[in-house]
Structures are given as C-alpha cells and as structure tokens.
C-alpha cells in the first residue's frame, strides 16, 4: 500500500465525480498488485480466491495497456521528429530559391557620356 502523490490525485479527481462536500481531505492509499493480492489472501472464501485472480488479471491487462501506449507514442514522436527535420531542410531550399528569383538591382550609372580628359587616346 501506498500514499498517492499529488499529481496522480490531481488525475484521479479529474476522472471521478466529486461529492457536493469538497471530497477527501487527505491524499488517499492505494494498492499495488501485490498489495491487491495480499489482501485477498487475507479471506479464504471461495469468492475471495476468485475476485483475486480477477485482480490480478485486471492488472496484468492495465500494465499492458500502459505499454502498448508507450509504445505507441514512441512510434508517432520518431516520425514526428523526422518531419521537423525535413520542414527546417525545406525552409532553407526555399530561402534559396527565392534568394535565386529575386531580380538583381541594377548598378547605379550617371546618366550620360564620361569624357576622357587626360588627352590620351583610347586603344582599341
């Protein structure tokens, strides 16, 4: 048995219904499967030994299902991750494309004929 910390009540409220008188005061306990069973064990009743194994079956499938969750978003973050990786390589092919479609500015001339003045004649 164990105390619950306040994260997990906080999730275990948000699941349940809470009565109109503020619910529990206190963090509550609960069981492990060991816990589960252990106190089963306790009754020797027939219907005692079969809720037990109904407990422990209860517990083996929630423990896969938690697996089988785990599992499953780590397969959706790999690609995830992957696309992240493509998006920034396309962001930068098309920074260089538009880079590349820009018109180049024209330089700036002075309107008109330069005069040569040193009085040299130009070769040709």
Excluded: C
Excluded at 14 to 42: C, D, N, Y
């Amino acid at each position: 048995m164990f105390l619950l910390t306040d994260e997990e009540f906080k999730n275990l409220i948000s699941q349940s219904v809470i009565s109109r008188w503020g619910g529990r005061r206190k963090l509550p306990l609960a069981f492990t499967e060991h816990g589960a069973i252990m106190a089963a064990s306790v009754l020797n009743s027939d219907r005692a030994v079969e809720m037990s194994v109904y407990v422990v079956r209860a517990f083996v499938q929630l423990r896969a299902v938690v697996l089988d969750h785990k599992a499953l978003a780590d397969k959706l973050a790999s690609p995830e991750r992957r696309v992240s990786h493509h998006d920034n390589s396309l962001a930068e092919v098309i920074d260089a494309i538009r880079a590349l479609m820009a018109q180049p500015k024209p330089a700036n001339r002075p309107i008109g004929f330069t005069a040569d003045v040193t009085g040299i004649p130009a070769k040709r």
